[in-house]
């Protein structure tokens, strides 16, 4: 049974919510002036949610009409097969790969990495307009200076801490996206991450990687899609489950040692007992943690020397690495670097100390880390940064910088048009900005649509983009 | 006489349980014929017509069954020494043994479960958040009748307990906008307690589920949010939503959906998140006007995009400011105004009030409105796809009562297809954390220090329940678009979902944190060495369930109990023992609590 990906959304659509934002941006400042509580909704806010849907309906249809989603041969009938079926069994029947879902019969795609830099990254600061003026008269203070810039094409640069990207954009496996972003108002955080992992009218409320896994594949394989985190990511939403893990060691099911091959058995033959859609979910879940085992009891080892730094998205990013390298068929990850939110003293690119250096030392040090340890994968593979918003051009008089607008998208991978900085840069000179702030000159779908159709090999970009006809820029091969 | 009484009884006790016939002879019978008072020359020691006849003369005169046989009673009456009492029925809280079956019942999210359940069990699991040994006692005591009444009048419920939990814990959660703005965080910077006060109504929210004795309430009350939906943690509405929640949700949710309407309409809350703040004459904000009546009203094919442009001119006006109500006449736009079937004047700049009273009047009322608060009534009780004729009924009884709730809400509890709807929802995860937590039967322990504007620290008590909402995204209140959280099971399963759902269990068992670390199962569910393995799961699985496992099922957790490696079985006598008790206990409530089972509500 097909289902149509934009007539199945009915419980998406529950209530056919058509919300139509008129955001009163200027006003709420003016009513709310406390800037940090706006601040504060990034840091552990209960509410920046990912609504990432995990929808069964999928499932539950097939469950209904009596198709099981997949063949439940193996594992189940292995772990009943008699007493002595524990986790040894569990393991080999792990090591054989059932579900031919990477066979899908189109070109084959790149596996795509999507970075969130949640919290509004300056990007201004990591793709530097060393060329333009305007950039050093707004930023007297936090600019990053010429004499620090790594010269990329001579009008921009990257900020030192950068420097270990510079490989990637020698060998033509770099680019960059200036000016882009939502066009949308919005300068509130939440907002602006919804509309942008949307991608879409506000009645569609489902993400635009689950609209490209929905749009170019019928079968919905474990690992299609992952999260490297507690939830799936809103760009994720679909009206069928992706995983979301914290890591593979952390993908378990907690039983006492003693006792979890029982555990899992039992929990695995009430819940194949069960039938309907609870069957189907617990199916995909256990599975998922019976395919992990054989990793998860080797130790990770990254390739070609590759040194991931001990952060948190460097776990995450070894983590997606190691997924895609065990073949488990993985074509979309998502993962996030939060922590931009800098509108107090973010530092200078001459201390390594700062805010700012910090952060952009992790995302050069793990995305270089990856790439080395990727090795011939990297072929394949794209890896896609985008913020909710960019900074304000100006600095503030706390050393810092508040919400703007237009932002710069890192683009990676063995089939991008790289070592080039895509797109029309509007300047930074005042009637070129909007409200202060660097202008949109390419709306963020250009490009994500282009590397969907030609990277992802997915011809329903209608369908992914909703509502938005995409112009290519020539940065995808 | 009391001599001759003490020398009858004395020595008609030997014969007290025994029971004589006619036809029989010996001693027995010639104390009986004594104790007859026969005449000497009768007292044969036979028990021939005339004993028999002198026996049933006497069972006569004492009440007795005239049987004209001699047992216990007779000969008590006989002896003069009254009837022992029978033994009173040992008082078991927790049912013992597998739950009544009282119906062949399927669930449509596991189809192939039993999910037929006792009445009791039905209400605790449809309409709280979590039955636990003492509600169930509640219920069977009062009646279920009795108890449904109980839970709509929720001001008969003494629930001074948790409402004192509350209050000390979170004492600022409704204070106004100003002393929230003048809350500092850790750097000195103004405003941390707008922001904490989201945190504050999500803790006060979860601590409520758990602790309050007016659990229908507080499912309602997650109902209308889930209606009349304000996201809490949305930057534009910080500080808010409390006070919306107790001025709008929690004073109207069991009274009229007309009042609730009103209140939620013009309330700073709702005006600032659907943008009418700055809605002025000459560009009216169409985004409160357009949920207003797609979402909170008639609905979608009600209306057309005119109604909408004719509702946000009557809305114009309706603002506030620093989250306090305003009515601002200079943004009002003036002239007549129609929406559907409404019309009014609104001739001056102060009309816009009673033309958008009148409005919400007319919505309130619309038989559209009836059917859509219906069917959402009915999702959140009986299933994702009830009826048409339960969701006529239930509209039927919201119009007939002027769309007062709870006289709504007592037709669809007793409508047939409530009753038999056991197993028919699948929990949210709300629903299931807290249930997890309830069965765990947490006391409630105070935090360390004073809640402040830091939001409570790391070690509130309920961070399990709080761990868990986040997980599974369902924090309350906290969906982030105007429609509220999905009541359908679709939108919940999920492969990532369910190993959260599984481990969750393992971490209220074995981690749990200091709430109810304290928790004894063994104790708490009266498992004792002496039952079997058997007897065991059955216990656990009625007391934290309500279904009656599979078979299979049944057999498979006594096994694990038993003996883990399987070398061994139980029998269905065999003591289970101490030591099976203290190694494995533990593993097999997790194994029930994380089991389908415990996700059918």
């Keep these: 049974m097909t289902h149509n990906p934009f007539t199945d959304h009915d419980w998406l659509l529950d209530e056919q919510v058509t919300p139509v934002h008129h955001h009163e941006s200027t006003f709420l400042c003016s009513l709310n002036p406390g800037e940090e509580v706006e601040d504060a909704t990034i840091l552990g806010s209960p509410a920046q949610v990912s609504h990432a849907s995990r929808a069964a309906k999928a499932d539950a249809v097939e469950a209904a009409t009596g198709e099981r989603p997949r063949a439940h041969l193996s594992r189940r009938g ?65 600019a990053v200076a010429k004499g620090q810039v790594i010269d990329l094409d001579g009008f921009f640069g990257l900020h030192p801490q950068l420097a270990p990207l510079m490989p990637a954009w020698t060998a033509g496996e770099l680019g960059f996206v200036h000016a882009t972003g939502n066009t949308d108002p919005t300068r509130s955080h939440f907002a602006a991450q919804d509309n942008v992992e949307r991608a879409a009218p506000a009645n569609i409320r489902s993400g635009w990687l689950g609209r490209h896994l929905e749009t170019s594949s019928t079968t919905q394989g474990t690992f299609r899609a992952i999260t490297l985190g507690p939830r799936a990511t809103a760009s994720l939403a679909a009206p069928f489950p992706t995983l979301s893990m914290t890591s593979v060691a ?51 080892k990254p390739a070609g020397g590759a040194v991931y730094p001990d952060t948190a998205f460097g776990r995450n990013m070894a983590e997606i690495a190691r997924v895609i390298k065990a073949g488990l068929g993985v074509e979309v990850a998502c993962v996030d670097l939060g922590n931009w939110d800098m509108h107090n003293n973010m530092g200078t690119a001459t201390n390594p100390d700062g805010w700012m250096s910090r952060q952009l030392r992790d995302l050069a040090l793990t995305l270089a880390a990856f790439r080395t340890d990727l090795g011939a994968h990297f072929a394949k593979t794209l890896v896609v940064t985008m913020t909710e918003f960019g900074r304000r051009v100006a600095e503030n008089s706390t050393g810092g910088l508040d919400h703007g607008h237009g932002q710069a998208m890192f683009f990676m991978g063995g089939g991008i048009v790289g070592k080039k900085v895509h797109g029309r840069w509007p300047g930074l000179d005042k009637a070129a900005l909007d409200a202060g702030d660097l202008a949109i000159a390419t709306d963020y779908r250009h490009p994500l649509a282009e590397v969907v159709s030609r990277r992802l090999s997915n011809p329903r970009v209608d369908q992914v983009f909703p509502g938005f006809t995409p112009t290519a820029l020539g940065l995808a091969r | 006489m009391t001599v001759l009484a003490a020398t009858t009884s004395a020595r008609l006790r030997p014969y007290l349980n025994t029971t004589v016939k006619p036809g029989a002879r010996g001693k027995a019978v010639t104390e009986l014929q004594a104790a007859l008072k026969m005449p000497r020359k009768a007292r044969t020691g036979r028990f021939d017509a005339a004993t028999k006849r002198a026996v049933v003369a006497y069972q006569r005169k004492k009440r007795l069954p005239a049987t004209g046989t001699v047992g216990a009673a007779t000969w008590h009456a ?189 309330h700073p809350a709702m005006i600032a998140y659907l943008d009418n703040s700055r809605s002025k004459k000459d560009s009216p904000n169409e985004n409160l006007a357009r949920e207003l009546l797609e979402l909170h009203t008639v609905g979608v094919g009600q209306f057309t995009e005119a109604d909408v442009k004719q509702a946000a001119r009557i809305l114009t006006g309706t603002s506030q400011t620093n989250f306090e109500p305003l009515y601002r006449p200079t943004f009002h736009w003036v002239g007549p105004v129609q929406v559907m079937g409404y019309t009014h004047p609104n001739a001056t700049a102060d009309a816009g009030p009673a033309a958008l009273s009148g409005l919400l009047t007319y919505l309130a009322h619309h038989p559209a409105t009836a059917q859509r ?141 200091r709430t109810v670390k304290t928790t004894d199962w063994a104790t708490a569910y009266k498992i004792t060495p002496q039952m079997s393995a058997y007897t065991v799961v059955d216990t656990l699985t009625a007391a934290l369930t309500g279904y009656p496992f599979t078979a299979a099922h049944r057999t498979a957790l006594a096994k694990f109990l038993w003996d883990h490696t399987g070398k061994t079985s139980p029998t269905t006598t065999g003591p289970v023992g101490a030591d099976r008790i203290k190694y494995r206990l533990k593993d097999l409530v997790r194994l029930i609590l994380a089991s389908p089972y415990m996700n059918l509500r």
């Excluded at chain 1, 091959?261 to 995909?284: E, H, I, T």
């Excluded at chain 2, 409530?418 to 935090?447: D, M």
Aim: hydrophobic share 45%.
């Design chain 2, 373 to 513: 608060i219906a069917l959402k009534m009915c999702r959140r009780f009986v299933s994702d796809t009830p009826s048409a004729a339960l969701v006529t009924a239930v509209a039927a009884a919201f119009t007939a009562n002027r769309t007062a709730i709870v006289p709504t809400l007592r037709v669809l509890f007793n409508h047939p297809e409530f009753i038999a709807s056991a197993g028919q929802k699948y929990r949210r995860p709300g629903e299931y954390v807290t249930a997890l937590y309830r069965a765990a039967n947490p006391t409630w322990t105070a935090p360390e220090k004073p809640v402040g504007p830091d939001g409570g620290g790391t070690h509130m008590p309920a961070n399990l329940v709080h761990d868990g909402h986040y997980r599974l995204q369902h924090e309350p209140l906290a969906w982030p678009a105007p429609n509220g959280y999905p009541d359908v099971a679709a939108a919940w399963q999920s492969a990532s979902g369910t190993i959260v759902r599984a481990n969750l269990p393992y971490y209220l068992v074995f981690w749990a944190d």
């Design chain 1, 78 to 142: 292995v772990l009943r097969g008699g007493a002595g079926a524990g986790l040894g069994a569990l393991m080999v029947a792990s090591a054989t790969p059932r579900y031919a879902f990477a066979a899908t019969p189109t070109a084959p795609r790149d596996t795509i990495v999507a970075i969130f830099m949640r919290g509004a990254m300056d990007t201004l600061s990591a793709l530097v307009p060393h060329g333009d003026p305007a950039y050093y008269a707004a930023r007297p203070s936090v």
């Design chain 1, 250 to 300: 952390d993908f378990d099911l907690r039983a006492s040692a003693t006792y979890k091959p029982n555990v899992m058995r039992d929990l695995d033959a009430m819940f194949g007992d069960a039938g309907g859609a609870m069957s189907a979910q617990a199916d995909a879940a256990f599975t998922a943690v019976d395919r992990l085992a054989t990793l998860r009891a080797q130790t990770y």
């Design chain 2, 78 to 266: 006989l002896a003069g020494v009254p009837m022992p009492k029978p033994r009173p029925a040992v008082k078991k809280p927790i049912q013992p043994s597998r739950p009544t079956v009282n119906a062949p019942t399927r669930s449509a999210h596991a189809p192939n479960l039993p999910v037929s359940t006792d009445p009791a069990w039905h209400l605790a699991r449809r309409l709280t958040y979590g039955a636990n040994a003492t509600l169930l006692t509640e219920i069977r005591t009062l009646g279920a009748t009795k108890w449904l009444e109980q839970q709509l009048n929720p001001a008969s419920i003494n629930d001074s307990a948790c409402e004192k939990i509350v209050a000390t814990t979170w004492p600022n959660l409704h204070a106004s906008r100003d002393v929230l703005h003048a809350m500092k965080n850790e750097s000195g910077a103004l405003g941390a307690g707008l922001w904490h006060s989201n945190i504050w109504l999500q803790r006060a929210t979860e601590t409520r589920r758990v602790f309050s004795k007016r659990q229908l309430f507080e499912m309602v009350v997650e109902m209308w949010h889930d209606h009349l939906h304000v996201t809490l943690g949305a930057d534009k509405v910080s500080g808010a939503v409390p006070r919306y929640d107790r001025d709008v949700i929690r004073k109207h949710a069991f009274g009229t959906f007309a009042d609730m309407l009103q209140a939620a309409t013009v």
